[in-house]
């Protein structure tokens, strides 16, 4: 064994299991996988290319889809004046905390300081009023990928960081109805990519008050469900009225030649839904991709024994054949064995593993081993690409078949008090009861249990009362701690 083996074998085995110590476990995947690894800035990590990989496949997915429903991609400022994020008041006062202040530049004291944007309502706010004139400029449907800055004080890798990838879409529209819609439509996007692309099973709904968005009329969210028992916030989308309109003067001239305010909307995503996909679907083993989003969707590992030549030349043939129907990479190092590559693919989280050895070639078959479940079946040469091709999609298909059972049997319906506590006492998941809506409320289940609202589901049923307090219930909202 090499040095650079024996070293890798042993990180791989410190990876604890995975039911033991969530926190470390996580940690340990997205550093020994080649994720991410934590940069000498506090908070802030680095994007390791294996890592970049899969988030640009996530991107890619979004940005379609934003592109198909009328968005286009622009790019604005890091810096936002200081006078400028201050008029609007509520939005202001719900990111101070979290701001980071440029106060000089070149050696020079700023007049104004800079904020490095937490999020760029303001200063797309401020464009959007010198960009509208007429009810024919809208509506304007932005989408901006961009990092931003949050000084947040415990982070976590993908979770939580101070700087952190995302994408902002920023649109504005005549009437309340359009922009109402758009808000909807988003949600409505990012449910798609979850489900279907990273096979994460969510649940979707409006944010309580003391939830939503600083500056917004109405928050809309989806929520994922980690194995800890707590909710993770993968994606938001927002009303923002004519709040931002009225601090940012964004009018225009209608058709009934009123001067009238717009009605904007933002909504985001992040890589913390990268964090959502390695927590929710990864194993004792290590990272668990689905296919759509897998660097590699397949590895060839042929087997040297014995005919070393011979099994190399058919491992490169099977991967060139396979190149036509997936992304598939060839494994062909003689320094390291096959077990070991087995373990570093499976950590790595490739979808399907291909075995071909000494034995195979006489027989004429491959061995494919699918990463999530670990099972192995043997396929005739001549079916293995239309096996591939079928593999992948049943793999992308069980995953989120296992993450809807999973959301399903860990979301616990009560409705009275004792029940209620005690459920969310439990933190096995969601707890879904009838809610008064009070932020009163909603600030005594924290307190007594640590969990609050992630989203309020439907109206509660006539005469429902309150899990908790016991005052008339006006949702069914879904409890739960949170990441
Ligand atoms: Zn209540």
């Known amino acids: 064994m090499t040095d650079a083996n024996a070293k890798t074998k042993k990180a791989v085995e410190r990876i604890p299991r995975k039911a033991d110590d969530l926190s470390e476990w996580y940690t340990q995947v997205c550093l020994q996988a080649q994720l991410a690894d934590y940069a000498p800035v506090r908070g802030c990590i680095v994007l390791r290319p294996y890592g970049y990989a899969i988030w640009e496949r996530i991107c890619a ?44 530049g070149g ?8 904020a490095l944007r937490p999020t760029s309502e303001v200063i797309i706010g401020t464009m959007y009023a010198k960009w509208i004139q007429s009810h024919r400029d809208l509506p304007i449907l932005i989408n901006q990928w961009a990092n931003v800055v949050r000084w947040e004080k415990a982070t976590r890798p993908f979770l939580r960081t101070l700087e952190f990838l995302w994408q902002e879409g920023h649109t504005a529209h005549a009437t309340r109805e359009e922009a109402a819609e758009e808000v909807q439509r988003m949600l409505g996007v990012y449910r798609e990519v979850a489900e279907d692309v990273l096979a994460l099973a969510v649940i979707a709904g409006r944010k309580s008050e003391s939830e939503k968005f600083a500056g917004a009329e109405a928050t809309y969210a989806i929520e994922a469900l980690m194995p800890d028992g707590k909710a993770l916030q993968a994606g938001t989308s927002h ?119 000494p034995r195979d070639l006489e027989e004429d078959v491959v061995t494919l081993v699918r990463r999530d479940t670990l099972a192995k079946e043997r396929v005739a040469r001549a079916h293995v690409v239309e096996r591939m091709q079928v ?57 007594a249990t640590g969990a609050v609202t992630r989203v309020l589901a439907q109206p509660a049923e006539q005469g429902a009362v309150c899990a908790y307090c016991g005052c008339p219930a006006r949702v069914d909202a879904y409890f739960a701690r949170s990441y």
């Open 61 to 104: 997915e979004f940005d379609r889809r934003f592109k198909a429903t009328g968005h286009h991609n622009a790019y604005f400022p890091l810096f936002i004046p200081e006078s400028l994020l201050m008029r609007e008041a509520e939005h202001v006062e719900g990111f101070a905390p979290e701001v980071a202040w440029v106060t000089q």
């Open 107 to 114: 050696g020079e004291t700023l007049r104004e300081r800079l």
């Open 239 to 357: 009303e923002l009225g004519q709040n931002f309109a009225r601090a940012y003067d964004i009018t225009f001239t209608d058709a009934d030649e009123q001067r009238k305010h717009v009605w904007t909307t933002s909504w985001g995503v992040s890589w913390r839904i990268l964090g959502g996909v390695i927590m929710a679907h990864g194993d004792d083993n290590g990272l668990v991709l689905p296919p759509a989003i897998a660097p590699h969707q397949a590895v060839v590992v042929p087997i040297f024994r014995k005919g070393v030549e011979e099994v190399a030349a058919a491992a490169r043939a099977l991967q060139a054949e396979l190149a036509g129907v997936c992304r598939v990479q060839l494994d062909d190092r003689i320094e390291q064995s096959a077990a070991w590559k087995f373990n570093e693919w499976e950590l790595r989280g490739v979808p399907v593993r291909v075995e071909i050895g």
């Open 391 to 447: 593999l992948l999609r049943e793999i992308q298909d069980d995953l989120l078949a296992r993450s809807k059972v999973d959301r399903d049997t860990r979301t616990m319906r009560v409705g009275e008090r004792e029940a209620f506590v005690a459920a969310l006492q439990a933190q096995r998941g969601y707890v879904l009861a009838p809610w008064c809506e009070r932020a009163e409320c909603e600030r005594d289940v924290k307190a």
